[in-house]
């Protein structure tokens, strides 16, 4: 037996409503209408659902979030609306209003940063409340930029006094020692995530002064051996390149009033065959410490452009079928 259909009206305040929901050239409702069949029309200040009764209910409570969102002077992009239809999927739409209320601070600029997913959510509750986290999962999830973040904040209210950003020099294929320059020159171009990520809170002229005075430290992870760190704000990024010596040794450099994150993605590892991973090693050895955090990242929360979510996917299914 077919399921029953159903139809819902949606008031609107004003047709600016309808053209907030739907975006420029209406690029929302075809995203939303091609994720969740049913029809979608808007007439003067009101929307129209059609459909199964199922998806009609999807499509309701997804509407009502979004318009909840645009009456509260929040921008809909097209990443925000791709995961709010995911969400929706199962009926988990209202967890949003949560997310997009609070911002963890502005950019330079004065642009409000906010978390983007569940996943994201979670991470920086985990980096408030906890001193060592984990954060794993694909790249794009914003793991290094919301670290970054989160540190650039705890500087500012005077909770540590320096940060520390660091990575292993592991080459991705390429080899440094061929490199003209001196060794500044050689560890810049692995460390431009990192910079690129405080000039976007601090813009370019803070940094170079918090560089200066020594507020803020981007060196290689060999340079953190033999120091401990207090109060400070200490950032691994590319964790999956790590030894597990070199995990065991940064790990124990923490020090009285400092916190830690640890961002990797298991899956792209560049170690020489045969090298065990510090990042997949350290999980193993200490997830049961209930003091670290360890915050794992899916496909969905990508906030990248959404073709890179989709080659995501595909890896992962192709490395799946390989096993």
């Known amino acids: 037996m077919s399921e029953q259909t159903a139809s819902i009206r949606i008031s609107l305040q004003d047709a600016g409503e309808a053209q907030s929901l739907f975006g420029p050239q209406d690029i929302f409702l075809k995203i ?49 609306v791709m995961y709010a239809v995911e969400l929706a999927k199962d009926f988990r739409a209202d967890q949003l209003l949560d997310l997009f209320k609070g911002e963890i601070t502005n950019t330079f600029r004065g642009k409000p940063i906010r978390v983007k ?8 509750t985990m980096i408030n409340k906890r001193d060592i986290v984990f954060g794993i999962g694909p790249a794009g999830t914003g793991k290094t930029y919301l670290a970054v973040v989160l540190a650039v904040k705890a500087l500012k209210e005077g909770s540590v006094k320096r940060i520390l950003l660091t990575r292993p020099a592991v080459e991705a ?21 990192l910079y690129d990520a405080l000039y976007d809170v601090m813009g370019p002229d803070q940094v170079a002064k918090a560089l200066e005075r020594g507020l803020i430290e981007i060196a290689p992870l060999a340079y953190m051996r033999g120091r401990t760190l ?94």
């Open 32 to 80: 939303i209408e091609h994720e969740i069949p049913a029809a979608v029309n808007s007439r003067e200040a009101e929307i129209n659902i059609r459909g199964a009764q199922r998806e009609v209910d999807m499509l309701e409570q997804l509407f009502n979030v979004l318009l909840s969102l645009v009456r509260g002077g929040y921008i809909l992009s097209e990443r925000d």
């Open 117 to 124: 997913t569940i996943g994201q959510k979670h991470y920086v």
């Open 173 to 193: 294929g390429e080899s440094l020692g061929f490199l003209p320059g001196d060794l500044q020159e050689k560890v810049d171009p692995y460390l431009r995530p």
């Open 230 to 323: 207090d109060d400070s704000f200490i950032i691994l990024d590319e964790a999956q390149n790590t030894t597990p010596a070199q995990m065991k040794m940064f790990l124990t450099r923490l020090g009285f009033g400092s916190k830690m994150v640890i961002t990797g993605d298991v899956t792209q590892i560049d170690l020489p065959r045969g090298k065990k991973s510090g990042l997949i090693e350290a999980h193993a050895i200490l997830s049961s410490i209930e003091e670290l955090g360890f915050v794992h990242f899916t496909e969905q929360d990508v906030v990248r452009h959404s073709l890179v979510q989709k080659i995501i996917v595909a890896y992962d299914r192709s490395a799946e079928n390989l096993e």
